[in-house]
């Protein structure tokens, strides 16, 4: 990061038909990707699909899912640079974080009519979960109006850690990248792209490992004549996995900050914390209930199940299928809930345990 990068240069013909590869340059060196892998390259195609006087879409939808520092707000930022600052008319670029989402609609309300918003909705997993389904559906449904409420070209980025952390309806994406995989995450996407990409998934997987693991990682089959082409981590580039109309491919994508598009440090950046800084802070003032709320979040968000008590994890997993298999009144369920848990209050003080 920090480092404004000189872009990517002309392509170049490979030899056999099928693969064509560019250079991107950085620090003075240069680096070969395949055209088709390149961020320039999607970003072309999300530009053309709002080319024109009547674009094939007026809305387009990018959904970026992976771990925290899996490099999602990277990614989002490459992207609208290429976008935004590498088009004729640029957008307005508005950055949201977390509960911002709730106010979806005034936020859309408040949108100036006739021009092209990039909208980037950052770090959203599970903020829809708090809401009544009432409220959520409101919100899901104005983004499926969005266009019409801006009259303008509207992009959005949704950047969730897991797969399942966001309503199904606003996960619905015209471009799907992934910028981590885990075990859980494997699964959920071969249930969602399709068990005929399990191939790609699995390699993107292996790709992931490698590149957090052992700071490199391989792209087999990308240069010319079927040559594999190895990157360092962040040097400059990181791997994603990326599912578009035309099928699943990988990202190699560098980190790209600019004057123009860059968004303002205060507001929404993460500040770093240790693992173990994040749990005194997670925990402070509550403790056993702070940590037991800790490992079903850390569960629900990555899909680890190690990081409960067995019994924990049976439970959470019986529930999770007896969700999938009956239909239930949420609210009475909800009523419920809250009903035994004030009469658990009023026989034990659950604040300082
Ligand atoms: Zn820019």
Redesign the pocket.
């Known amino acids: 990061m920090g480092t404004t990068i000189n872009q990517v240069l002309g392509p170049q013909k490979s030899a056999s038909t099928q693969v064509q590869t560019t250079v991107y340059s950085w620090n003075g060196k240069k680096y070969p990707l395949r055209i088709d892998h390149s961020v320039a390259k999607l970003c072309t195609t999300i530009k053309k699909m709002q080319e024109g006087e009547k674009p094939r879409a007026q809305y387009i939808s990018v959904l970026l899912c992976g771990q925290s520092g899996s490099g999602k707000s990277t990614l989002a930022q490459t992207m609208i640079?290429h976008i935004?600052?590498k088009n004729k008319e640029p957008y307005v670029i508005k950055w949201f974080s977390g509960k911002d989402l709730h106010e979806l609609d005034n936020i859309i309300d408040k949108l100036e009519k006739g021009l092209s918003y990039i909208m980037v909705f950052d770090d959203v997993s599970f903020i829809m979960d708090f809401l009544p389904s009432k409220r959520k559906k409101e919100l899901a449904e104005k983004l499926t109006r969005i266009r019409h409420d801006v009259s303008g070209k509207v992009i959005t980025f949704m950047n969730i850690h897991y797969q399942k952390a966001l309503m199904p309806m606003m996960r619905d994406a015209n471009f799907r990248i992934l910028t981590s995989m885990s075990d859980q995450d494997s699964q959920n996407w071969k249930n969602t792209i399709g068990w005929k990409h399990r191939w790609a998934i699995d390699n993107f997987q292996k790709q992931y490992a490698y590149q957090m693991a052992h700071g490199s990682f391989f792209i087999n089959n990308a240069g010319l004549d079927g040559k594999s082409y190895h990157y360092t981590t962040d040097k400059p580039f990181r791997v994603a996995l990326c599912s578009e109309i035309s099928g699943l491919h990988p990202l190699v994508f560098p980190a790209t900050t600019?004057a123009?598009?860059s968004p303002t440090k205060s507001g929404y950046k993460n500040m770093k914390l240790t693992g173990e800084q994040f749990f005194k802070k997670a925990t402070k003032g509550y403790k056993t209930s702070a940590r037991t709320a800790l490992r079903y979040w850390y569960y629900s968000t990555y899909g680890d199940g190690s990081v409960l008590p067995k019994n924990g994890r049976l439970a959470y997993k019986k529930i999770e299928s007896l969700a999938k298999e009956y239909v239930f009144d949420k609210d009475e369920l909800k009523n419920l809930l809250v009903d035994t848990l004030s009469k658990k209050s009023l026989s034990t003080n659950d604040t300082e345990d």
């Open positions: 640079h935004s600052c600019c123009k598009c």
